[in-house]
């Protein structure tokens, strides 16, 4: 009987061994990974020789050192590596565990800074329904991952919530995807009216949703007027790229995308891909000028180990053109996609960028009626694709926080183009078992 706090209740296989994009478990069954890790983390695979060369070496020189004691050379090297691919204007990176630590620290940061202009009163966040920013009290709170939330309601703090870009099933007829995005920051400006500028502190947004709602991206033009509204009131936009950041979209940044650049930006998964836990906050050189240090911090922030395994990453990544390979095998995997299901009888949507694409399901294509959600089909994606071999992320909630089913495809970004066509193969014989019980 285990004696792990498991995070499931279901009865899990045992991981041994992983090479590429495959995981072997224990009874010797292989597993072809088309999730990176599951949450979008491993994005080299599970043994890049490299990384796995640098952690080694490091390990048995300096694994950690408080990094209010020393800095060193992997701290500075990360960080310069980090600062001089980052959007214009993001000058400064501080380190911490994960993503959740990251946005935590993103919203510290903000609120320094506020402090020391003494704008006191700014303390509400605006953040976006269907969002994911995180797993702790905080975090949670400012997100919209309602079936967690319930579990501890009356505990979270609260943010002031506008909707999220849903153009499947929230554009109106007759309206362009660029008023839909105009609609969308006229939402936002009303809440800061609402609420009085002066009180609030920063926007958080997904670049590109995550794996909780399938790759929601946003409007045309959508990010530059938010951008607009957040320099004429003097709120920090905060861009949250824990799962979508450092080449996921097929850009490095997917703010790139937007032609803006946020005042912070919170990168985390692919930074050290799955090898060391690690995040990264990235802030404006003036947000830096103004508060000079962070009072807050983890005891694992600049973790050493983690910051050589981030750095060979982050090294590897560019200098053998993953970002460009995302892009590539992300079309194909898209194309294939909509080859496959695009007129399959309950395929509602199929959307995403670079290696992040998802499928929301239907029951009715005509009426965009979602499944029930008592038939669970989002878990029987999960298992019946498994089944075959091939792991994704399927959820459901994307609607209203419980209706809605989707399966999440994000794969490395060294997939080869006969494994992203296996993971199509996979899938689609996976999607026909759990389609044919519901
Ligand atoms: C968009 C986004 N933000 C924040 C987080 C939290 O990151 P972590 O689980 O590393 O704390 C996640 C994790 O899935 C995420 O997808």
């Not at 009865?11 to 088309?34: H, M």
């Not at 849903?166 to 554009?171: D, N, S």
């Amino acid at each position: 009987m285990s004696k792990v706090f498991h995070r499931t209740a279901k009865s899990l296989p045992v991981a041994v061994k992983g090479e590429g994009v495959w995981i072997t478990d224990r009874a010797g069954r292989k597993y072809l990974d088309a999730s990176s890790g599951g949450v979008g983390l491993t994005c080299l695979g599970f043994r890049h020789p490299r990384v796995v060369e640098a952690i080694t070496r490091q390990a048995s020189t300096l694994p950690f050192i408080h990094s209010s004691l020393f800095t060193t050379d992997p701290l500075e090297e990360l960080a310069d590596e980090l600062v001089t691919n980052a959007p214009p204007g993001l000058e400064k990176a501080f380190f911490v565990s994960g993503g959740s630590e990251a946005i935590e620290a993103a919203l510290m940061i903000a609120k320094q800074c506020a402090v020391v202009r003494g704008e006191l009163r700014r303390n509400h966040v605006i953040s976006r329904h269907k969002s994911f920013h995180g797993g702790t009290i905080a975090t949670l709170g400012v997100g919209d991952f309602r079936v967690r939330k319930k579990l501890f309601e009356g505990f979270l703090p609260d943010t002031i919530k506008v909707s999220a870009p849903y153009e499947y099933r929230e554009m109106r007829s007759g309206e362009t995807d660029q008023m839909y995005g105009e609609r969308l920051a006229k939402e936002l400006e009303a809440a800061i009216g609402d609420a009085g500028p002066e009180t609030i502190l920063a926007f958080i947004a997904e670049t590109v949703s995550g794996g909780g709602v399938g790759a929601l991206s946003s409007p045309p033009g959508y990010f530059k007027r938010v951008r607009e509204i957040c320099d004429r009131h003097g709120i920090f936009l905060i861009l949250d790229e824990v799962y979508c950041g450092l080449g996921r979209t097929g850009k490095l940044h997917a703010c790139e995308a937007e032609g803006i650049v946020p005042d912070i930006l919170v990168v985390a998964k692919g930074l050290a891909a799955g090898f060391a836990p690690i995040g990264a906050v990235l802030t404006k050189g003036r947000i830096h000028e103004e508060i000079k240090s962070f009072g807050g911090g983890f005891t694992h922030s600049g973790h050493t180990l983690s910051c050589v395994a981030a750095l060979v990453v982050q090294r590897t990544v560019r200098e053998e053109g993953l970002v460009e390979n995302a892009e590539v095998q992300g079309n194909l995997l898209r194309r294939l996609l909509e080859e496959r299901f695009g007129n399959h009888r309950y395929t509602g949507d199929i959307r995403g960028r670079g290696m992040m694409q998802a499928i929301e399901f239907v029951s009715d294509r005509n009426t965009k009626e979602p499944f029930d959600p008592e038939k669970g089909l989002a878990a029987k994606i999960s298992q019946a694709c498994l089944n075959e071999g091939l792991i994704c992320w399927a959820m459901n909630g994307v609607v209203d926080g419980y209706r809605g089913d989707h399966v999440m495809l994000a794969p490395a970004f060294i997939v080869r183009p006969e494994e992203v066509h296996d993971i199509v193969d996979r899938l689609e014989r996976g999607l026909d078992k759990a389609l044919e019980r519901v």
